[in-house]
Nanobody, 123 residues
Framework: VQLQASGGGLVQAGGSLRLSCAAS????????MAWFRQAPGKEREFVAAISRSGGSTYYANFVKGRFAISRDNAKNTMSLQMNSLNPEDTAVYYCAASGARVTVTTERDYDYWGQGTQVTVSS
């Protein structure tokens, strides 16, 4: 199983980025997908999750309508559109896949992880 995250970079505060996660080696549509992030010196935290079909989405409170998670089961990809970025969003962003029965937001329930992509927001 491989999850390849991409799309990170350096952006100014107020800007936007779109992260992508390409999955291979698994039956993608059977897995709930999510994004987590880890800032320097902090624990990894949940950002957003999407159900197998894409019909349900879940967000951390700090997203506040700025981010949108989506998936394309035909292409085995997932995306995270991030708008109105601020310096507190600076972190390594990880995509993850969960075979749990329901969509989950806890790190321990995710089975597969990508390598992460760095997002840096300058003030």
């Amino acid at each position: 199983v491989q999850l390849q995250a991409s799309g990170g970079g350096l952006v100014q505060a107020g800007g936007s980025l779109r992260l992508s996660c390409a999955a291979s080696g698994l039956s993608f549509s059977w897995y709930h997908m999510a994004w987590f992030r880890q800032a320097p010196g902090k624990e990894r935290e949940f950002v957003a999750a999407i159900s197998r079909s894409g019909g349900s989405t879940y967000y951390a409170n700090f997203v506040k309508g700025r981010f949108a998670i989506s998936r394309d089961n035909a292409k085995n990809t997932m995306s995270l559109q991030m708008n109105s970025l601020n310096p507190e969003d600076t972190a390594v962003y990880y995509c993850a896949a969960s075979g749990a029965r329901v969509t989950v937001t806890t790190e321990r329930d995710y089975d597969y992880w990508g390598q992460g992509t760095q997002v840096t927001v300058s003030s």
